[in-house]
């Protein structure tokens, strides 16, 4: 008998910054319950859906009670009975629910958190892993993008540039590639000590937040942590940037506070192209701001054996992705349940990334919970790269160790990096460039 939603349920929980955020727990017909938490961004891009808070006095505006409590007065009852079973469906209805093309009326944290649960609940119900309900082609393990070294808005401002990752596409599982993140990690931290850089624990997603003299430095400091923890740079493990630019553009300019200047986004192009020819970097994410489309355009032309990934540039939407493929702008793009705010809609984009040859990284914010949902997710939709921070804070270790699950219990194969390579990129590097 196909299954209905009977019953809907919200809650203000906290995520991994301690802010609140949403908890929403799904009833079906059969009586099975199941819930999903929603994660929430630090740096956000404009054109992300709309997070809803209440604005009351409590957590200083943050709080989402109000949120929590049209989960069950607005949305329940346009929802009761509906097939559990039709995500698509159910999904529409949520957004026709909101009528707002940002979901700014009732906030994509609760579609999102609705979208989910019941996701959820149909998987417990049907007695089949998450990732299978989810699944619209072939599942597969994806390849980890951690963060090892952090700056920007999640560790205080001590850098401009956001997240100094590792890819560790030279292995042949997913518990081999975890190991290795975890030794480069350890070393890096021993590095910073070493140097005498200042270290007080671990930045918002578990990477180290030190204080180092250039966004330069700590590439550098990168590059030797790999080696030092015995793997080759550029063969086994290679870099990933999280540039996130949006958060430090202002008035046509970069501003690289922590460097004592500015740069233009040619400026910024040439920075990242020197980086890429000294450094072993296949992946760069938001090199550029939100809505410099021309400087998106040049770093594109520029960069074309890297794995350039919109992140604030695309927010997840079919309709600005769209638009980027248009303009020739990035080639892959990242992908974050709540800047869209429905399950529907992020498998969409997934779904267009492979139509238009661009790559897909699914990918955690920088405040979570201990839900797993997004390891089933990332598997499910077969965009073969995951981004979920470092591989200390259980909030991470939550979706790592569901991965390890998926790949000792369900046997999914982990069939390698999808993105350019180094090998491929070795061959574009010889131009030579100043910043
Ligand atoms: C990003 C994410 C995750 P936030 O910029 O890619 O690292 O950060 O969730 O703060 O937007
Ligand atoms: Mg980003």
Known sequence: MSLTLQNLRALEILDS???????VEAWLSDGTRASAQVPSGASTGTHEAHERRDGSPRFDGKGVRDVARDVAAIFL???QNLPAEDQRALDARLIEIDGTPNKSRYGANATLGISCA???????????????????????????MINILSGGLHAGGNLEFQDFLIVPHGFSTMADALEAAVRIH????????????????VADEGGWGPLLPSNEEALFLLTIAIGEAGYLPGEQVSIALDVA??????????HLESEGRELTSSQMVDLLARWCASFPVIS??????????DGWAELTERLQAIQLVGDDLFTTNVTRLREGFKRKTANAVLVKMNQIGTLTETLDVCALAREIGYSA????????????????LAVASGAGQIKIGSITRSERLAKYNRLLELEAWEELTFPGYTGPTRASQLMTDEETVDD
């Not at 910054?17 to 908890?23: E, I, K, N, Y």
């Not at 892993?129 to 994806?142: A, D, M, W």
């Open 245 to 254: 630019a949006t958060h430090f553009y202002k008035d046509g300019k970069y």
């Open 17 to 23: 910054r301690g802010r609140p955020t949403l908890a």
């Open 361 to 376: 990284v699914v990918s955690a914010r920088s405040g979570e919970t201990e839900d797993s949902f997004l390891a089933d």
């Open 77 to 79: 009852p346009a929802l």
């Open 118 to 144: 019941v996701a959820r609940a149909v998987s417990v119900a049907r007695r089949e892993p998450l990732f299978r309900t989810l699944s619209t082609g072939t599942p597969v393990l994806p390849v980890p």
């Open 284 to 293: 760069i994410e938001d090199g550029l701001a939100e809505d410099d489309w």
């Open 186 to 201: 350890s070393t890096a931290g021993d590095i910073l000590r070493r140097s005498g850089y200042t270290l007080t624990g």
